[in-house]
């Protein structure tokens, strides 16, 4: 995987969200900053994190948490529920990073799982 060293800013900020549909309209992926600290007298309008989420309906089957890295994203974690895996959905979450202009590097933290999807990659 070729790595440009590149980050969108935005997909860490207060508002920010993108969906899109995947394999065939059966899955929908959304994009949004992660989790936001409490900073006590001060109104917090960006974080560290950026999450997707991959939905089957109504129902949250999958995400994906990234850290920013200041030059690219490293997964914190990612998660398929057992019934939704090997159908493509956690390649088609870093694809949509990478399309929202981010590039991702392996985490030097994975576990067996996340060292067996980047060998695939």
Known sequence: MKLTEVLNKQVFRLGFEKSKPILDGKYLLKAMPGRFTYQPGKFVTETDQFRIEAYKGKTLVGWVNFENKKDHLEALDLVVNKEHR????????????????????????????????WDKK
């Open 86 to 117: 090997r159908k493509g959905i956690a390649t088609e979450m870093y694809t949509f990073a990478k399309e929202l202009g981010n590039d991702i590097k392996a985490s030097d933290k994975q576990t067996s799982l996340g060292k067996a999807f």
